[in-house]
């Protein structure tokens, strides 16, 4: 997968080799507060990213198997597992740096999560998953997007829901009609700076 890549370094490559640069990040999501490290060649490293915190704010009532696809250093699968407990949380990512974070930050913010590497779901055990979420890496082009979302598809039990957001102005619209076609229904439930947040159900009819 690093040889199709070809982009140089950055967040979507598998084992960065950039000087470390760790930094630590506060956020608070429904009122409860959460604590990150973040590292150089890591998605939004500064502060978690905009779409991330509006992903997080416009979902509810997760429950069963979740799958964080492209974790990053752990937000979406933490922050889930802390606000639903009782979901069963799973997060992968292809970046080495960006899985050695987020287990060290699902220990700083108290939570109990398996994190996995590698590309899609390659290396994530066979459970079937209720509920995906997934902030798309954008920069790693729209072929592998589009892979991540089929994954997905064949990760999810029958009935499953993905959540995605995504700009408006970085592919939204291609977005939903790519993932219609993979037999999810779409349903945007969020449309906030800039940001589309999708619900997407597999199996449902699109009207």
Do not use: W
Request: hydrophobic letters at 35%; proline letters at 3%; aromatic letters at 10%.
């Amino acid at each position: 997968m690093k040889d199709e890549i070809n982009m140089g370094e950055h967040y979507f490559s598998e084992k960065p080799v950039s000087r470390h640069n760790i930094n630590t990040i506060k956020y608070n999501c429904k009122g409860v507060d959460f604590i990150f490290n973040t590292d150089s060649s890591v998605f939004s490293k500064s502060s978690v990213d905009k779409g991330t915190d509006i992903l997080l704010n416009s979902i509810k009532n997760i429950h069963g198997n979740v799958l964080d696809m492209g974790c990053g250093y752990g937000v979406l699968g933490i922050v889930i597992k802390k606000l639903y407990p009782n979901a069963r949380v799973v997060l992968n990512d292809i970046n080495k740096r960006a899985v050695e974070l987020a287990n060290i930050n699902a220990k700083l913010n108290n939570v109990s999560v398996k994190i996995y590497q590698g590309f899609g779901t390659e290396n994530i055990p066979k459970v079937g998953f209720d509920f995906a979420v997934i902030n798309p890496p954008i920069r790693a082009g729209k072929k592998i997007i589009y892979d991540l979302f089929t994954q997905i598809k064949y990760a999810l039990n029958p009935n499953g829901t993905m959540y995605v957001v995504i700009r408006t102005k970085q592919g939204a619209k291609s977005a939903v009609e790519y993932i219609k076609d993979i037999c999810f229904k779409v349903n945007t439930i969020e449309i906030s700076s800039g940001y589309r947040v999708l619900e997407c159900i597999l199996g449902g009819n699109n009207e």
